[in-house]
């Protein structure tokens, strides 16, 4: 690691939180000559890159940064440089730095610092909200706040899988959600279609997504899981409220797919350019009645498989009087394939966009999963 690295992340762990960049920058300055340093994150809709500062927002999806954050490389445009700013597959968006070099281990360095810049954003961003109200183009709703703080990210990659998820319409989506999690050998996703509106929507999502985790780090079983959240479901709303979900474990080495489908959202398998509904024992939602026993199936995965898990939201989308419907849906998620989960994830939520003329009334949730195989 060269001397200026090094020192672009002490002054990321010296620098008051809020002022993260211009830690940076004072080094990028003495060592590079950098004069030029702005942070562009990508906001809520994945539609748009925006300012930490008092630049303009970037929407075109050809201009150099949107090709950065979308190719995962740093983009050099007339001594302008623009470097992703990822963390462990979490894309927060981009970095502009000018004037840079066309030159390999400076551009190689750099992108270093803008890696070690999105590790320290995602740091402190619990106790600071610079960074987070900057990702926004209007307010969230009471909700959606809510629904935001409660996901552990948007995208996650790791040698054996990765895998992306959006709740849309962004800035006031009120019960669906998603959560996962993982061990190296091992990865949860659960997916929750909510139910309700407003706060409480959120509210019953929230105690669904924490129940579901007190037992998941309990190391209790996936049936147990859901039996556990239907229990602490029930036990409050008394069956009056409950949602639908759909709990999965992935084993990392087998590929073989461990499912409770508790009145679950759509799973649909894309194997080898083909799209297929993952047949499913339906089961109560969580919360409806007391003491449901839930019951686990399984099915193998293949290396190279994408499971994608979407809410009816989706196909329930409503534009010029009709549904954007199964045969939509299955249509569009096959031309996913080359594309990163996140990638297939924001194309299909423009397509909905597109579809609607506009955002989602209704909730809707994406989650794109790859398994790539058993690593060493």
Do not use: K
């Not at 009145?263 to 509904?277: A, K, M, Q, Y």
């Not at 898990?309 to 199964?326: C, I, K, L």
């Amino acid at each position: 690691m060269s001397e200026p690295v090094n020192r672009a992340r002490r002054a990321l762990n010296e620098t008051p939180a809020d002022r993260l960049v211009g830690g940076i920058g004072d080094v990028l300055a003495q060592s590079y000559g950098i004069t030029d340093v702005e942070l562009f994150q990508v906001d809520y809709r994945l539609a748009e890159l925006l300012p930490l500062g008092d630049d303009d927002s970037i929407t075109s999806p050809g201009h150099p940064a949107w090709r950065a954050f979308d190719h995962q490389s740093p983009i050099l445009v007339d001594g302008t440089a623009w470097f992703p700013v990822t963390m462990r597959g979490e894309r927060r968006g981009v970095l502009r730095l000018s004037p840079v070099a066309d030159d390999r281990d400076v551009v190689a360095a750099l992108a270093e610092i803008a890696t070690a810049l999105a590790h320290e954003v995602a740091a402190v961003s619990a106790g600071t909200d610079v960074y987070l109200a900057a990702r926004r183009t209007q307010r969230l709703t009471l909700a959606a706040e809510m629904q935001w703080d409660l996901l552990p990210g948007r995208s996650r990659i790791r040698p054996s899988f990765s895998l992306a998820g959006q709740l849309e319409p962004a800035y006031t989506v009120r019960g669906d959600s998603f959560d996962w999690s993982d061990d190296g050998e091992r990865v949860w996703l659960s997916t929750i279609n909510g139910t309700g509106e407003g706060v409480a929507a959120s509210l019953l999502t929230s105690l669904a997504t924490h129940a579901l985790r007190n037992a998941r780090r309990a190391g209790l079983s996936l049936a147990d899981q859901a039996a556990l959240a239907d229990q602490a479901i029930y036990d409050l709303y008394r069956g009056e409220q409950h949602l639908s979900a759909l709990l999965m474990e992935l084993d990392l080495r087998s590929g073989v797919m461990t499912v409770v489908d508790a009145g679950s959202p759509r799973l649909v398998l894309l194997r080898d350019g083909d799209v297929t509904e993952q047949p499913l024992e339906a089961q109560f939602p969580l919360g409806m009645f007391e003491a449901t026993d839930y019951h686990e199936q399984t099915f193998p995965l293949q290396r190279g498989d994408r499971v994608f898990v979407v809410s009816d939201g989706v196909v329930e989308a409503t534009g010029q009087h009709m549904r954007y419907g199964e045969t939509a849906l299955d249509r569009f998620l096959r031309r996913t394939g080359p594309m990163a989960p996140l990638d297939a994830v924001r194309s299909l939520i423009g397509d909905l966009r597109a579809f609607v003329a506009g955002d989602l009334v209704d909730d809707a949730v994406v989650v794109c999963l790859d398994w790539t195989g058993p690593q060493p």
